[in-house]
């Protein structure tokens, strides 16, 4: 027998049963899952183990090739990414006291700070939201809960189906969202230590951040309702409170209820645009940096902007190859013509020669990388041409 079928069998007494027989729910599917994919027996302990050969071949791969070197700064990064996915990929005990832990509780005690509250807000503010459906239910059943429910169906706007309606909708706006938040919460810790091992390589290292992303705005999701819907049930006693009038259910407070559920919904609307927007602004710790393209793009802007380069004519990409030695005649006759700027290369005899440029002179083209001489590998690289070392 489950620990949480007592809390699933009472589910249905409100929202504070329903929040904690979700939340009990979620931890114990999140733990079997983890169970099912890196515990003892797992079914992927052997993908994992490839995936870390790899990752440890690619390392040595790179070191031979002289594409990378043995130091400390190289190092760090790779034995504190590979221990962290190796803690948090086999361990459950590592995996709920980070990450679970984190992501439940810290938006919780958050939102205690806030609200000032002695244990769980999310809990308290379930209970509050279970006082006021029951002085709702209350006040229906004092003007007869069938016949109010009767005219409901019908579509009319009375003042009971007014009520009825704000009740669903507050309702909706409250605890349809964080139940709703709690299961997304559960399912993406169930496969999160599948993403947790992408952290591994560059090229799915994306869908890492994305799930991070996801896990932090459905994180936070509880914190804005819980925040937000204590404002509104600030609001929403008064109202509540004289809903019983001396004929049956008071029109206006019907109708305050009503437009107070509604502000309550458009509220929930805007606080999950708002937690898009900011997860969707977080660069997940390097994760997810900016792409080459726009790396590229801000080393041509910082070009063009360059007083060395601010009067200097456009030179075809076909010359900014370092192998031919000979560039277009054209282009050299139009700079000479300009008169702008002193370009490297004359004109002799219907050629282009390329004279020797100083280093640290200014110059059209771009300069020479030095050539990759550290690393295991580097006896193995291919030795410069003569015709290079001469342009150099």
Known sequence: MSACDVLIENASAGAG????????????????????????????????????????????????????????????PRMMTLGIVLTLATSWMAWQGLIWNLAVGAPDQVAGILLGAQGSATQMFADRIDMVFAAITEAGQMNGGGEGTAQAAQGSFTP??????????????????????????????????????MSLFSGTRGLTAGWLRGLVLTAVTPLFVVAG?????????????????????????????????????????????????????????GLASGSDDARSKGVDAAASTSPLMANAPAIPAATFSRTAPIVSAASADASAGSGTVSSPATAQGGRTVINHVQPGAASGLPPIQPRRARGIGSRFAARPSPMREMMR
């Open 17 to 76: 049963p329903a929040l904690r027989a979700v939340d009990c729910l979620a931890n114990e599917t999140a733990a079997a899952a983890f169970g099912r994919l890196f515990g003892t027996q797992g079914a992927l302990l052997p993908a994992l183990t490839i995936l870390l050969t790899l990752f440890i071949a690619f390392f040595a791969i790179s070191l031979l090739t002289g594409r990378g070197r043995l130091s400390i700064s190289a190092l760090t």
């Open 160 to 197: 009971p189906n007014l009520m009825w309606l704000g009740a669903v909708m507050l309702l909706l706006g409250t605890v349809g969202i964080l139940v709703t938040a709690r299961i997304a919460l559960a399912v993406l810790m169930a496969i999160g230590p599948i993403f947790v091992v």
């Open 229 to 285: 819907g204590s404002m509104i049930l600030e609001l929403l006693v008064p109202v509540v409170v004289k809903l019983r009038g001396a004929e049956g259910i008071d029109p206006r407070a019907a109708m305050a209820l009503f437009l107070i559920a509604a502000v309550h919904v458009a509220l929930m609307a805007m606080v999950m645009k708002v937690s898009g927007t900011i997860v969707s602004a977080w660069q997940v710790f």
